[in-house]
């Protein structure tokens, strides 16, 4: 197994997820200790090379003996098969290079809303906005979100009423709209109005997987009813937090996190 030397990624230093998997290429040993660069230091390298604007969707991989670049899922899948050869078949097979690179994009142009850092607007490695990915995103976090939420809702069912499929799509779907109508009534513009929502989403997907984590440990260890709902209790209390942080990331009114906390006081005053 070979580690890819002489070559550098140009990653994104303000966005979690590009720094935690280029770090685990150098720890793992697919790239030597100066596999990576940040994009401005990298552009300000080889820029003669790279193209600045397709290497703020797809991660640019430089050769720099030679200048040769390589973009998005096609450089992972090099420094990959460079370090385990015996999957380069089945890496380069057409059929999962098509979908390798959907889920590139689906996570490349929602990465701003999916891990952010602070003030990430304003950046210089921000992909365009990409409509049809963000709905599509939304639509994944809502789905997810809805379905945990219908199993968790077993465990608490001393507490609030039975509960179905639909009506969790209901309530979760309504957020979104109650949420997005008033920002529509303050006339946001799309960009930033789908930008909240994609972290909005990103945070009921937090709780939702956190809740999802209680309901796989309770296949091992049993609870008492009011732990479940104290659990649901914490992880609220987090997305609450979560969702306030976010809102200030993004430079969004204070108050939408209240609106968001009213939403689903009401949806709780309707059930029961």
Excluded at 190 to 211: A, I, R
Aim: aromatic share 16%; net charge positive; charged share 15%.
């Amino acid at each position: 197994m070979t580690t890819l030397k002489n070559h550098s990624l140009l990653y994104d230093t303000n966005c979690p997820l590009c720094s935690a998997y280029t770090k685990g290429f150098i720890k793992t040993g697919m790239l030597d200790e100066n596999g990576r660069l940040s994009y401005e230091e990298g552009l300000n390298t080889y820029g003669t090379y790279v193209d600045a604007d397709r290497s703020r969707h797809e991660i640019a991989l430089v050769d720099t003996t030679n200048g040769n670049v390589k973009y998005g899922i096609d450089s992972l899948v090099y420094i990959i098969v460079t370090k385990f050869p015996f999957l380069k078949p089945l890496l380069h097979n057409r059929v999962l290079q098509f979908l390798l690179k959907k889920l590139y994009a689906f996570i490349s142009y929602n990465r701003k809303v999916i891990a952010p850092s602070p003030n990430y607007l304003s950046q210089s490695c921000v992909p365009d906005f990409n409509l049809s990915y963000r709905i599509l995103y939304i639509l994944f976090s809502a789905a997810i979100t809805s379905t945990v939420l219908l199993y968790y809702s077993d465990s608490l069912k001393t507490v609030i009423p039975l509960t179905n499929l639909w009506r969790e799509y209901a309530i979760c779907f309504g957020q979104i709209a109650f949420q997005g109508g008033i920002l529509l009534l303050m006339k946001t513009k799309k960009e930033f109005l789908f930008d909240y929502l994609g972290n909005m989403m990103t945070v009921s997907l937090l709780g939702g997987l956190l809740l999802m984590l209680l309901l796989i440990i309770r296949h091992f260890i049993s609870f008492a009813p009011i732990a479940y709902l104290a659990y649901f209790a914490g992880v609220v209390l987090f997305m609450f937090l979560q969702h306030r942080k976010r809102v200030a990331w993004i430079n969004a009114p204070a108050w939408l996190s209240y609106t968001w906390i009213l939403y689903r006081c009401l949806v709780l005053f309707i059930i029961l």
